[in-house]
């Protein structure tokens, strides 16, 4: 791997501290600055539809010591409770110290410790990592957001080493090959290329499944019991997605279907770059109606019903017409007057 070294500064700071706190638009535009004075890409990111307010971000980081102390003392919750993010929000943690170290971390450096001269990578201790149920799915940052205007703007995301050292860089990739890709990455004042190899790893399916069982059992764990179950269950699903008869008539719905369905169009049109809020908006409406309102989808709702009930008496019908219908032949004794009368006949004919 060749190692080039290339020496990056600081800039010198527009403002005090005291200044880009106290006013929301010094900072926003001391921060554009800043990024761009360090040619590195600045977006503000959006959370759950909003924008997110870097400004309150860097004021609550700073005010408690700066992002490493805010890390060590364990005072990261503090932070998170000043945005008053919806209970369901479960990664506020993550989100936020990604973005700080991305976006605030060096101006940190500059506006409030005014540090001159190389870049401060950030502590060990400021990383990001996320579980291995989302590392695929996350975006791990550390020092290499500062990249060279040349650079491509695809950001590398798999972890380049995971070695006797245990971190984690990120930087970006410059060319694909057949077997993987050629990188830049920066660890400091340093800029590192090379090669990084993809490893071809088989995704697990329904015929892999057994092998899977059969390994897990013979490592002795527990959770071969798991795997078996998962498979039996979508296999199932499977078969029972075949046999449904499509002549089958389709459910009712409620009067909060019908509203929902209405209302998803309508916030569709509206505000399309906010789809994952649509329930929660759409919850909201639904309780806000009155009675009449509500009484105008409730017999939607109603002949909805009427209908099932209908075509699904119809559907029965159906399949008993349509089942064979068992024949029983039985056969007829001949009465004892019958044959007294035979016999009578053959013996006046003798």
Known sequence: MEVEVQEKLYPTPLHSHEAVVRDRVVFTESLRRFHSSMSTKFMVPVIGGKELDLHLLYVEVTQRGGLAKVIEEKRWREVIAAFRFPPTTTSASFVLRRYYLSLLHHYEQVYYFRIQGPLVPPAASSQ????????????VVSDSTMQTPKARKRALTEPLSKGPYDFTVTGSIDGKFEYGYMVTVKIGAETLRGVLYRVQQEQPSAASSSSLVAAAAAAGTSH?????????TRRRRRRGWRRRDPTHPKPNRSAYNFFFAETHSKLKALHP???????KMIGESWSKLSEEERMVYQDYGLKDKERYKREMQEYKERLKLAQPKEVVVARAEPSSEVVTEEVKESADGQ
């Open 273 to 279: 770059h906010r789809e994952r809020e649509f329930s």
């Open 224 to 232: 071969a019991a798991d795997v078996a179950a998962v498979t039996r």
């Open 128 to 139: 990001t990592r996320a579980t291995p149920s989302k590392l695929d799915h996350s975006v």
